[in-house]
């Protein structure tokens, strides 16, 4: 029998998502085919950053109990790329762990927007999933709506604002985009940050709430219709799962109701037409292609009442919870989880 691949999963990390991706990384942990796999656990903290071999049971990483005493070492990536790995610390001196490959299970900035990827890729660790660039690409939301334009995929009208601005022209400028619209920090994610803005009293309290999530902002129009979302796995050869469809009572689909879905709908397969979920399809693939994503991600696009597809994003590392829209895909496409992730760890 071969030697078993080692995989590091990374999990935590400094965002707003962090609880998130603790829950994510639990659900791939517990899927991972162990007589093919040896995994390595690095948690970032939270707060401080740090990078830590968590050397305990991955039940504790979904409870947020995985930062105890005697269970975790700190560790560093080793800049010598033969070593494709880490050191850390022992009485006896400096030790190091190598990998045949990482698998990051982190959730917006400092994990999904490409710095942790730069990271591995700077100490020769070959990256499961998007590398830096369409990392960095997809989390852009300006830089990635630009570069769907180019390939002639609607997007939404925007405007990108930055400090100092001027208030009273910023209301100009949202009443030629029209209300509703919504503000959304250019860079963010599980929809911290954004408002939708029904009235022009509301737009410089929602541009200041998004200016806390990052340095630029957007103004964006509402397009009418709802989202729709395509899972797609693969680099060279793609697969693609069924497509969803999220209805919506009120609102938008903000954090709360991605993670609760109190009042919102996930339909899987969406309750479209399959000549349209055909074209939904290509549209994911074009753009996964144009952002350059490998591995693994989910496009999120809009389909109004005419049938017009408009790009919203891309998700490098979407969500892997029970109730995460990507498993929730692939799925209904006929792939368990347990297969979802054994297709993912075999694109390293």
Request: charged share 25%; net charge negative.
């Amino acid at each position: 029998m071969k030697d078993k691949k080692k995989i590091a999963v990374f999990f935590g990390g400094c965002s707003t998502e962090y609880e998130v991706s603790l829950q994510s990384a639990a659900a791939v942990i517990a899927h991972i085919d162990t007589e093919k796999y040896e995994t390595v656990f690095i948690g970032l903290d939270g707060k401080t950053g740090e990078w830590l071999w968590y050397r305990g049971t991955p039940e504790l990483i979904e409870k947020d109990r995985w930062r105890r005493e005697g269970a975790c070492v700190p560790v560093y990536p080793a800049m010598d790329r033969s070593v494709s790995g880490f050191v850390y610390w022992e009485a006896q001196g400096m030790k190091t762990i190598s990998v045949d490959a990482a698998l990051p299970i982190l959730h917006g900035k400092n994990g999904e927007d490409g710095t942790l990827q730069g990271v591995l890729e700077l100490a020769g660790i070959p990256v499961i999933g998007c590398g830096l660039l369409s990392s960095a690409l997809c989390m852009d939301k300006e830089l990635a709506h630009r570069i769907a334009q180019m390939e002639g995929i609607r997007t939404a009208e925007s405007l990108t604002v930055q400090k100092p601005y001027d208030g009273e022209k910023l209301k100009l400028e949202a009443q030629k985009i029209g209300y509703p619209l919504f503000v959304k920090p250019v860079k963010s994610g599980s929809s911290f940050g954004i408002t939708k803005v029904s009235a022009q009293e509301q737009l410089l309290p929602a541009v200041e709430t998004a200016f806390a999530h990052d340095d630029r902002v957007v103004l964006e129009q509402e397009i009418r219709g709802f989202e729709v979302g395509c899972a797609v796995c693969g680099t060279e050869e793609l697969f693609i799962g069924a497509v969803d469809e999220i209805e919506l009572s009120d609102g938008f689909f903000d954090y709360t109701e991605k993670y609760t879905l109190k009042t919102s709908k996930i339909h899987v397969p969406a309750r479209i037409s399959g000549e349209k979920a055909e074209e939904i399809k290509r549209t994911a693939a074009v753009l996964y292609r144009a952002l350059g994503c490998s591995g693994f991600a989910r496009v999120d696009m809009f389909l109004t009442p005419d049938g017009e597809i408009y790009f919203n994003e891309i998700n490098t590392i979407p969500g892997f919870t029970t109730h995460s829209r990507y498993p929730g895909m692939m799925k209904a496409a006929g792939i368990s989880f347990a297969e979802l992730v054994e297709r993912i760890l075999e694109t390293a």
